[in-house]
C-alpha cells in the first residue's frame, strides 16, 4: 500500500505540470493563429502582360509584352470567402497594321482591382471582380510622319483616360509568403475616344481606319509575388 501511496505521490506532480504544459501550448497556438487571421496581407507582385483588342479585325493587331508591378492587399480569412485589393502599374503594348500603316501602341495604366477570393485551401485562390484603369501616357510609332500639329499628333488625346472592366484568375501558394498566378481582364469600355473627324484625317496616330470604335483593350497577366 506503502508503495501505491508513494507511486501517486510521484506521478500525480507529473501529471498535473504535463496539463499545464499542454494547456500552454494549446493557447500559444491559439494565439498563434488568432494572429494569423488577424494578418492585413500585403504583399508586392510583378510580371508580364500580353495586350489583345478584341473587334478590331481592320488594324489586324497582334499583341506584344508589357509588365506589371505593384502592391495588394489580402487580409488572412480560414473561410472560403475573402477579399483581394491590388494597386498596380501596368504597361501594355500591341502592334497593329492597317491599309494605311503599320505601327506600335504602347499604353501605361495605374489599375484598381476589388476582387472577391475563393480560397480552395490554403494552396489555392481562385479571384473575380471588378477593376478601373486611369491611362497616364500613350505612345504610337508607326510608319507615317508626323503631322507637325502638336494637338493631333498627341496620342493620349484620341484614348479614353478610364478604362473599366472586370478580371479572374488563379493563383497558386506553394511556399509560405510565395505567390504565383495568372488573370485575364475584360475590358468594358471603348479604347479610342469618339473622334472629331477635322482632326484626324491624315493622323498617324489614330489607329482606327474605318467605323469601327469599339475596339476593347483585354488583358492577360502572369505575375509573382510574395505576401507577408
Not at 127 to 156: H, P, R, V
Amino acid at each position: 500500500m506503502k508503495k501505491i501511496y508513494s507511486l501517486l505521490l510521484i506521478l500525480f506532480p507529473a501529471l498535473v505540470f504535463s496539463q499545464q504544459d499542454s494547456i500552454a501550448n494549446n493557447t500559444s497556438k491559439s494565439k498563434k493563429e488568432k494572429k494569423e487571421d488577424r494578418s492585413l496581407g500585403l504583399g508586392i507582385k510583378a510580371g508580364l502582360n500580353f495586350t489583345n483588342i478584341t473587334s478590331a479585325a481592320e488594324i489586324n493587331n497582334t499583341s506584344e509584352t508589357g509588365f506589371q508591378v505593384g502592391i495588394f492587399l489580402d487580409p488572412s480569412s480560414r473561410k472560403i470567402l475573402g477579399s483581394r485589393t491590388e494597386l498596380v502599374y501596368s504597361s501594355q503594348a500591341y502592334n497593329y497594321s492597317t491599309g494605311l500603316t503599320t505601327g506600335n501602341v504602347k499604353l501605361n495604366y495605374v489599375m484598381l482591382s476589388q476582387l472577391m477570393a475563393i480560397n480552395i485551401t490554403r494552396f489555392f485562390q481562385i479571384q473575380l471582380g471588378g477593376q478601373i484603369a486611369y491611362l497616364l501616357n500613350a505612345q504610337a510609332d508607326n510608319s507615317k510622319m508626323t503631322t507637325g500639329i502638336a494637338s493631333i499628333d498627341n496620342a493620349l488625346s484620341y484614348y479614353n483616360r478610364i478604362d473599366a472592366g472586370f478580371g479572374f484568375g488563379l493563383e497558386v501558394r506553394p511556399f509560405k509568403g510565395i505567390l504565383v498566378g495568372a488573370r485575364y481582364n475584360i475590358s468594358m469600355t471603348n479604347l479610342y475616344k469618339m473622334p472629331d473627324t477635322s482632326m484626324i484625317q491624315d493622323n498617324p496616330n489614330y489607329v482606327p481606319s474605318g467605323s469601327g470604335l469599339n475596339f476593347k483593350n483585354n488583358l492577360l497577366q502572369f505575375y509573382i509575388g510574395y505576401r507577408f
